[in-house]
């Protein structure tokens, strides 16, 4: 039997029983949260457009959300590298007046497709994204006038992106300032333009620049990464590992603390609380992400009050002290 209604603006309660699932269904596809199945979203999205339904300003500000919202497209919910530039840009954002939403690309363009058609429909004022190698950028040509990339630039686009050779360098500086001249380094795959290729080419680089031997192993960005390729990569002269992130660092600490490996220093790329909890004689380099959050932010204020885009700034990484 079909749920007739009469009034002239629906309400939540109103949503739910014409689409048949629950107001609070009803309200995560309202606010584009999580937690819905595809089946119960489109059928929400179906009444929704076919009563031009609208929401509530007065209820939307008793929520605390703002007419003014910016999303945050990150590429996994559970990178931690991630989340600490997405901590710095919430913080900005709701300073600015700005509600920001947060949801995730799964490097996959096909769920970017399907996000940026849901943001266009919400008329998102501005989008905040966290970019990948495979990204197919003809994608983002609509949202260039509101759109900041992280992580990578691409003509045309503002970004802002972390200085990939001198992170190397700073640590590599450090390293040669104490007596090693035996680094090895275990990397990411190529197919990772920042991460794998540019930090790659960097040690590679600063090898040959100064003579140096070179022992480098590269895998996926994973703490098995770093378990299974350090003994590939140890020798006997080898008195430092650089690690191009600290999930590799993580995976290679362990092996070498099971190995009772005490005199090689550890070096990474990344500022994880719970590895220098665990490992707190590591030496690392944050690439500067709360920077790069407040950047990014800064940016595209610029852009929402008329600034030109294509505008690139980039972030430089800080050692973090050792212990000792």
Known sequence: MSTKITKTRLTIKDIAQLSGVSKSTVSRVINCAGNVSEQSRKKVEAVIQ???????????????????VVCIMVSRLDSYSEHQVVQAMLSSLL??????????????????AENLTMLQRRNIDGLIFFAFSELNYQLLDVWKEKLILIAR??????????NEYNLIAKLMDWLLNHGHYHIGYIGVNPQDISTGQLRYQAYSAICHEHGLPHYSQLGELSLQTG???????????MTALICATDTIALGAC??????????????SIGNNSLLHFLFPNILSIDPGYKQAGHQAVALLLQLLTGKSSGVRKIVEGQLIDLPY
Do not use: M, W
């Open 227 to 237: 378990y299974q390729l350090t003994p590939k990569v140890l020798t006997c002269h």
């Open 254 to 267: 362990k092996y070498l603390q099971q190995q009772d490996y005490k005199d090689i220093q550890v070096c």
């Open 50 to 68: 076919q009563y031009h339904f609208i929401p509530s300003k007065s209820a939307q500000a008793l929520r605390g959300i703002s007419d003014k």
């Open 153 to 162: 630039e691409h003509q045309g686009f503002s970004s802002v992106t972390y």
């Open 95 to 112: 300073q600015h007046g700005y509600a920001p939403i947060v949801i995730e690309s799964q490097f996959n363009n096909s769920i970017v």
